[in-house]
């Protein structure tokens, strides 16, 4: 809520556009009962000719132009305000999400965080567009008319004082409930999109566990609850109306009656004064039920503000921040883990007193048991996700006193499955340069990365569009697009998950042929499962259940350590069989 002040407060301009708008409104809006009641007066009452009133009838046309264009003005302000405050939330989202950890990017549904950044930004668009031009006009326009009121007819003012305080007590007491229905309705909302998105990407995989028919009623639970919610915020919508409507008929009869009985029973005012009253008490009552009405909507934007302050405020407060200093490009690193340890959630698997050091150049095999902790130790490395304790120093400096962009680029990383993004084949390769690069430069990246002749072979080459909605890729080949990736980009360390199964003996060679070509310049860490990648690692780590339990070479871990001794043997005798 702070945050929508906030970004109000920037914007100083429009709010003294606004506050000027609303006193010529109240200025239109007075002249033009004025001018109504003058005009009726003097026709049938004092029987003025249609010509000495035609300046009359002309300056009340120009006071309903001039209150149109002032209303068309605010409105228009008021969007202008929103797209703005729109556009710098959105900003400040993708923002803060590009900076932060993987980890905490991870987090939560793919779906829910759209939503936030979609849906719930839009739901903020009132705030701005209504809510803050509409407080400003309520604020003065009745001001104006109550003083009015007051000085023409006091009866009128007082009745106005006595009943004008219930609508805003009311709006206050039904505002307080709203705030709490529409931030559920969000989370209905966000939670719903989250489920379908999950099931749009999952749809192969239930399908085949023929789970869609389960999943079906997932979705459809998940609606029938975003339409309760939708319900429960219009219920109370509609109450605040009909009871601002009833405050404000009520109070406008009263004022009726009292005019009447002064001018037939006590004929003490004229038919100027009270004719005035009649005209200008509802304006002043349609200004708060104005008012009432965006409140509502002022405090559906405020749930939404809620939500995303406290999105932002996690992301924010993520304390993975990298430094400003400079790391120099494509010079050798050497890396030192200092009792380093990292858990993904109180109580969840951890990394514990991980002690490493890699000299640059070095060809480093990971190993382990599967959960053993291979890839996370991968992800730790490469400064993917928060210390819990302990640090990891590059070139004798902490890691994370880098700049962030520094680092990535020096950097590969190869998963086991590499992500293409939807475009040709050849921006999938350069994504991996930070200079902009050539197409030869292309071709040859890929040419060491085994993959020319597939692109060469196909009908569009390296325009062909790959990804979502392209033309898909096998695994092995997307391994060599990452490959061909890290060829264009000549990083100083590059991290490689080895594909457990499903390569064919081709695709393996390459890979290995490949993964020589690039350790000649490079510091290489590798989860490896194959015995052949393990045996030529200068140094073998072997995890164990988050810790290190032995590091070496494959001769020295040989002799001292029996776990290595069963997994080579295991892995020959597979080997011969
Ligand atoms: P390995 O690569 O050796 O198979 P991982 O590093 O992938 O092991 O995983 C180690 C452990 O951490 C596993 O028990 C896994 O369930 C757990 N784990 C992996 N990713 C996450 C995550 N995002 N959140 C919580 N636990 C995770």
């Keep these: 809520m702070n945050r929508l002040k906030n970004i109000a407060a920037e914007q100083k301009g429009k709010l003294i556009l606004f506050i000027v708008l609303a006193i010529l409104s109240a200025f239109a809006i007075i002249g033009q009962g004025y001018l109504f009641v003058i005009i009726i007066d003097r026709i049938f009452l004092k029987g003025y000719s249609f010509s000495e009133i035609s300046p009359l009838i002309i300056g009340l046309v120009v006071a309903l132009f001039l209150r149109t264009g002032l209303n068309y003005l605010n409105g228009r302000a008021g969007a202008r305000m929103a797209t703005l405050a729109k556009r710098e939330l959105r900003r400040l989202f993708v923002h803060t999400f590009s900076r932060n950890s993987m980890q905490a990017s991870l987090e939560g549904q793919s779906g829910q965080k759209v939503g936030l950044l979609l849906d719930t930004v839009d739901e903020i668009d009132s705030y701005f567009s209504s809510y803050i031009p509409q407080i400003i006009q309520s604020t003065i326009v009745p001001l104006f008319i109550l003083v009015v009121i007051l000085m023409e007819h006091m009866a009128t003012g007082i009745i106005i004082l006595v009943t004008a305080p219930f609508i805003p007590i009311f709006m206050i007491i039904i505002g307080f409930n709203t705030k709490d229905k529409s931030e559920q309705q969000l989370d209905k909302m966000n939670a719903f999109s989250g489920t379908f998105l999950d099931t749009l990407q999952g749809l192969t995989t239930l399908k085949l566990f023929g789970r869609s028919k389960e999943q079906e009623k997932t979705i459809q639970k998940s609606s029938l609850d975003f339409r309760d919610a939708t319900m429960e915020v219009l219920k109370i919508a509609f109450t605040n109306s009909l009871a601002l409507e009833f405050i404000s008929m009520l109070s406008i009869g009263l004022i009726a009656l009292e005019v009447a009985v002064r001018m037939i029973i006590f004929q003490d005012i004229t038919f100027f004064t009270g004719f005035l009253m009649l005209i200008l008490a509802p304006e002043f009552y349609t200004k708060l039920k104005e008012l009432g009405n965006s409140f509502h909507t ?103 006193q880098y700049r962030e962009k520094d680092w990535f680029d020096q950097l590969s990383y190869i998963s086991q499955n590499p992500y293409i993004f939807s475009g040709t084949i050849a921006e999938n390769i350069a994504i991996g340069s930070t200079k902009s690069a050539y197409q030869e430069e292309i071709i040859k990246a890929a040419e060491k990365a085994g993959i020319n002749d597939l692109v060469d072979s196909l009908e569009h080459g390296y325009d062909t569009l790959i990804g979502e909605g392209g033309r898909g890729l096998s695994g092995g080949e997307k391994q060599r697009i990452a490959l061909a990736r890290a060829f264009l980009k000549r990083p100083s360390v590059i991290l490689f998950d080895e594909p457990t199964t499903g390569l064919d003996l081709q695709t393996e060679q390459i890979l290995q042929k490949s993964m020589e070509e690039l350790g000649k310049h490079s510091t290489v860490i590798t989860v490896a499962h194959r015995l052949h990648t393990i045996q030529k690692a200068d140094k073998i780590v072997l995890l164990d259940n988050g810790e290190i339990k032995a590091a070496g070479t494959h001769d020295e871990l040989l002799t001292t350590v029996e776990a290595y001794r069963n997994m080579v043997t295991v892995q020959q005798g597979g080997m011969t069989k």
């Design 298 to 400: 002022g405090r559906t934007s405020m749930a939404a503000a809620n939500k995303l302050d406290i999105e932002l405020s996690a992301l924010e407060n993520d304390e993975t921040r990298w430094g400003e200093l400079p790391l120099a490009k494509n010079k050798p690193v050497h890396i030192k883990v200092n009792d380093a340890g990292f858990s993904y959630k109180e109580g969840g698997f951890a990394l514990k007193h991980i002690n490493l050091e890699l000299e640059a150049f070095e060809q480093i095999a990971i190993i382990g048991k599967t959960g053993s902790g291979k890839t996370t130790l991968l992800h730790m490395l490469a400064g993917l996700v928060p210390l819990t304790e302990g640090m990891i120093q590059v070139n004798e400096t902490s890691l994370k």
